[in-house]
């Protein structure tokens, strides 16, 4: 490798093993040496009381418990025919601290060996997660310490041209600007690449039902979905469609128990504020269909909007900032449903009609139809992707 190893800060695994990483074998899908070491990470990571004040460690944790995983296993019947490509290489986004984790569980069910980029910013999640993983591999696991490297180094394009020759799949979780630039580094012949961009996502509420749910829970489970993570995560409502007969009256309920939680449990850095009012005035200045919610505030902006146009979300914010949409029929929310938009929340929503929406007019974006409060769940399948089985292949046994 050109690779100095100066130049790069290894939270787990060394120059060695990163070197030796072409030479190391790959492992079926869902082996026992994988489902058991992801068991164990899960109880060390439960074990250590920094997680407490960590709610994505502990869903986390509890995602790789061995339950999940076997039920998991049980989702992929073919998987004693499928191998691991070989080496993946994670370019973690710099936005969700636990990604490059749920990134690599995806890719050692699927038996790869595994590089992963984690961001410059420092987590302490990611301190507490590597540091679980060491204490495992220095331990009754370092039969896998070949298997990983956890790496950060600054941007350097002959570092990720390294790695990227090396490896067999490619996953870039980040904005576009970062696909295009890391796209520049060549793959080899075989080597595949599955990337996450840039997306939004929507929240869909019946009023009705909304005002016959349990409304701090729907409160709490909203805020997850947003103010966690400052709406940086794709999955993360930018726009709330209202449906159904009571919308005013759910609306000024709905946004008021949310500004309790957001008062108490959110720290909004001035320039948030600052940066939504610019997303504001910008569309404003392109648009006659929107108008600023005088009953929003610095914590919680809210745009109304008369009509839903594609190029909407082309002046979406985070930190508490939402367009809103009063439909008449949710079949109004098509234009929205770019190729851009990932996730569909619904509270009160039939979600079979939604689905039905989706297929019916053939839309271009929409790759999960979740419940309200569960856009951050973990899961398997992420964008469109089976991640499992996209990190793995399948070996043809003729008859």
């Not at 060549?186 to 869909?204: C, H, N, Q, W, Y």
């Not at 000024?252 to 997303?279: C, G, H, R, T």
Request: proline share 4%; aromatic share 10%; with cysteine.
């Amino acid at each position: 490798m050109r690779i100095n190893s100066n130049d790069i800060e290894f939270l787990v695994g060394n120059f060695d093993v990163l070197n030796n990483m072409p030479n190391v074998p790959v492992l079926p899908m869902f082996s026992d040496k994988a489902v058991d070491f992801l068991s164990e990470l899960s109880k060390e990571l439960l074990n250590d009381k920094r997680v407490r004040g960590y709610i994505d460690v502990i869903s986390y944790a509890y995602w790789i418990r061995k339950s999940s995983l076997v039920t998991a296993k049980n989702k992929h019947p073919d998987h004693k025919n499928r191998l691991g490509r070989g080496i993946a290489f994670h370019i973690a986004p710099s936005n969700v601290p636990v990604n490059f984790a749920v990134s690599m569980t995806s890719s050692v069910l699927a038996g790869n060996i595994n590089i992963i980029r984690v961001s410059n910013k420092q987590f302490e999640q990611v301190n507490i997660i590597s540091d679980a993983i060491n204490a495992l591999l220095n331990g009754k696991f370092s039969n896998l310490k070949p298997y990983f490297c956890i790496v950060r180094y600054e941007h350097s394009n002959l570092i990720t041209e390294e790695l990227s020759s090396i490896c067999d799949v490619r996953i870039i979780w980040g904005g576009n600007r970062t696909i295009e630039t890391i796209r520049q580094a060549k793959l080899p012949p075989r080597g595949i690449e599955m990337t996450f961009a840039d997306r939004f996502s929507v929240a869909v509420i019946n009023s009705e039902k909304y005002l016959q749910s349990d409304i701090k829970k729907t409160a709490k489970g909203f805020y997850t979905d947003t103010y966690y993570t400052d709406q940086n995560a794709c999955s993360s409502p930018r726009i709330v469609v209202w449906t159904g007969g009571k919308i005013k009256e759910a609306k000024e309920i709905f946004w008021k128990e949310l500004e309790i939680l957001v008062k108490n449990d959110y720290d909004m850095k001035p320039v948030q504020a600052v940066d939504k009012y610019n997303s504001f005035c910008s569309l404003a200045m392109s648009s006659q269909n929107v108008s600023l919610n005088k009953q929003g505030n610095n914590l919680i902006m809210r745009i109304d909007v008369k009509k839903l146009t594609p190029n909407l979300m082309d002046y979406k914010n985070g930190g508490g900032y939402f367009f809103e949409y009063d439909a008449k029929n949710i079949s109004e929310i098509v234009p929205i449903l770019t190729k851009q938009c990932q996730t569909i929340s619904f509270l009160g929503e039939n979600k079979e009609e939604i689905k039905e929406l989706v297929f019916k007019n053939g839309v271009r974006g929409v790759d999960r139809i979740v419940p309200l409060g569960e856009t951050m769940g973990l899961e398997f399948i992420w964008d469109g992707y089976k991640m499992i089985e996209n990190m793995s292949r399948f070996v043809y046994f003729g008859e």
